[in-house]
């Protein structure tokens, strides 16, 4: 069997250099003639100026430059084009004085020599001000913050924007691959991901054996370099924050990766791949794999078998194929497990817009998001505890649980990690809420300003610090480094929403039997969450905290059963330390 194992390994390592490797082999030459059909003003000005560049073969990083040189030359064409320069903002300053004596009306810009676009859009800036009057000073201030806007909504607007900008140098890319990656993409995805989860598999496999008999076999895990914050998982988790640097913000470098999948992602959705399909399936391979792992690991306890199996259908279906088939019938391709505010986006402008324009199914989507954070969160909560959905269900949870396993021993236990958690979640909670409210109150009013704050600005920033640096970054790629909960432990919003609901009104508890506890301290190793929850054994206490998620590794390593996942009355669920002395037990 160890044989068999180290066969495997060899395999697995080879296809893993593969599919790195695959990344940096590639040659890249422009093809007019990939072009989009109806390319956009600015597209037009790129293409040109990538055409003066040359189309002779290139490698991926000098190809970069001139996409990324192309871009900025468009950009700055369309700002020459579209601005309004400082002779024409005097033009405009001088003609506003005329109206010193009367109110204010944009009537004036019509004697001005501006294009359409500009007379129409500051007409929309300074239509607030009609029928006012106002001092030489308020008027100018006020139409120089009109231009401004104007100018600084340019590129936005007209011109090649950061994502649009990330976006065409991906397709840009992927239109000119040339050689192995784009002649046979289909051996390459077999070769690589399919073969490559295989021979994990046949690493993995072989633990039916060599686990031996009962119980749960963490031999070693402190000396292992992989799991005891080592080389080895330094190196593992620089490359796994390397990944998701390079995923969020640069996914042009992906763009292997992204070819070799395209056959496949047509096949399942009737679209093309991008660097998001790529992630989706990585994740659905992770949790499968690794999925298969926990089983053997925890076979010989029912719950962790059941919740196992669990989370790999819910990223499988829900997480992945049902998304797929949505967006080949040209739905909304939604993750109906997924619910605000982990999902922050679902209340913005253009998900509510691709809802409703989506009809009945979409009204039923919309109506299911709402109801599942607005009833379902506090109705199984109260009834289960946040395991319903972080052990059971959620997909950073079934990453956590199945890929993050051999890591939990890593969760920082003490107090002055306990404080961080309790004001780092529930910030973010308050910050998802409030920018969301932000964002509805623009969407219904078509203001974007409230309160000195611009709801984009404000999402762009949640985005970038909530759901690209703590969630992907840190959450995922700190596994080795920090244990496998960081993003569910300091992070998430709706285990936030959750943990207040477990914590004061739920039928969750773990119940623990104290006159058994060895004080081995497995429960509190092996705690994902940080929970101390041997001081909790020995005192005889139930364990009620907003953090536990549920997993019940405490209980299912435990050596004495003194640990017991339950549900019942809410009376009694929370009591402080059991005393066992000649007047009996007393409970306080």
Not at 6 to 28: D, E, K, N, P, R
Not at 418 to 439: D, N, P, Q
Request: hydrophobic fraction near 45%; charge should be positive.
């Amino acid at each position: 069997m160890k044989i068999i194992k180290l066969i495997g390994l060899v395999l697995f390592m080879a296809c893993l250099t593969s599919f790195v490797g695959v990344l940096f082999v590639g040659q890249y030459q422009f093809d007019y003639s990939k072009l989009s059909e109806n390319p956009t003003e600015a597209e037009e000005y790129f293409y040109q100026n990538l055409l003066r560049l040359g189309t002779h073969a290139k490698d991926k990083f000098r190809m970069v430059d001139d996409i990324q040189s192309s871009i900025a030359a468009a950009n700055r064409a369309i700002n020459n084009k579209y601005a309004i320069n400082e002779n024409l903002q005097n033009k405009v300053d001088s003609a506003a004085l005329s109206l010193m004596d009367a109110p204010f009306t944009t009537s004036f810009y019509e004697d001005l020599p501006l294009s359409k676009v500009q007379l129409q859009k500051l007409r929309e800036y300074t239509t607030w001000m009609a029928g006012k009057k106002y001092s030489a000073e308020d008027l100018q201030n006020y139409l120089k913050q009109a231009i401004n806007n104007f100018n600084s909504g340019i590129i936005n607007t007209f011109g090649l924007d950061s994502y649009k900008a990330k976006e065409l140098t991906t397709n840009t890319l992927k239109q000119s691959v040339t050689g192995l990656v784009a002649r046979h993409p289909s051996l390459l995805f077999t070769l690589i991901f399919v073969f490559g989860a295989a021979t994990a598999l046949l690493y993995i496999l072989p633990n039916l054996v060599l686990l031996g008999g009962p119980g749960i076999k963490n031999n070693g895990i402190f000396h292992n370099p992989m799991t005891s914050r080592k080389w080895l998982g330094i190196l593992t988790g620089s490359l796994l924050i390397t990944f998701y640097i390079i995923l969020y913000w640069f996914p042009y470098y992906l763009v292997e990766w992204i070819l070799i999948t395209e056959p496949f992602a047509h096949w399942l959705s009737g679209g093309t791949s991008s660097q998001w399909f790529v992630y989706g399936l990585l994740y659905t391979l992770a949790v499968g794999v690794m999925g298969v792992r926990m089983l053997i690991k925890y076979r010989h306890s029912n719950y962790h078998l059941i919740r196992t199996l669990s989370v790999i259908f819910f990223q499988l279906a829900f997480a992945f194929i049902i998304p797929q088939l949505l967006a080949k019938n040209s739905l909304p391709a939604i993750d109906l497990k997924n619910m605000w505010p982990l999902d922050y986006s679902f209340f913005f402008d253009y998900r509510i817009d691709q809802m409703i324009e989506a009809g009945t199914i979409g009204y039923f989507m919309l109506g299911w998001g709402i109801v599942l954070f607005v009833v379902a969160v506090p109705v199984f909560t109260y009834l289960y505890g946040k395991r319903w959905y972080c052990s059971w269900v959620c997909g950073c949870g079934g990453l956590a649980e199945t890929f993050g396993d051999p890591y939990r021993q890593l969760s920082d236990k003490s107090l002055r990690a306990w404080k961080i958690e309790r004001w780092s979640i529930h910030l973010v909670l308050v910050f998802a809420v409030g920018m969301t409210a932000l964002v509805l109150y623009s969407y219904f009013s078509g203001n974007a300003t409230v309160l000195g704050l611009n709801s984009y600005t404000v999402r762009g920033w949640y985005g970038f610090l909530i759901g690209s640096v703590f969630a992907g970054v840190v959450g995922t790629g700190f596994y080795p480094l920090m244990g496998n909960r960081m993003w569910c432990r300091f992070g998430c919003p709706l285990a936030a929403y959750m943990g207040i609901i477990q914590r004061f009104k739920s039928r969750f508890r773990i119940t623990t039997n104290g006159g058994q506890c060895i004080s081995c301290g497995n429960c509190s190793t092996y705690c994902e969450q940080g929970i101390d929850v041997r001081s909790y054994a020995q005192k005889g206490e139930n364990i009620v905290r907003a953090s536990c998620v549920g997993c019940g590794v405490c209980a299912a390593v435990c050596p004495r059963g003194v640990l017991k996942l339950e549900n019942g009355p809410e009376a009694g669920r929370i009591h402080g330390p059991i005393e066992i002395s000649e007047k009996g037990i007393q409970v306080f």
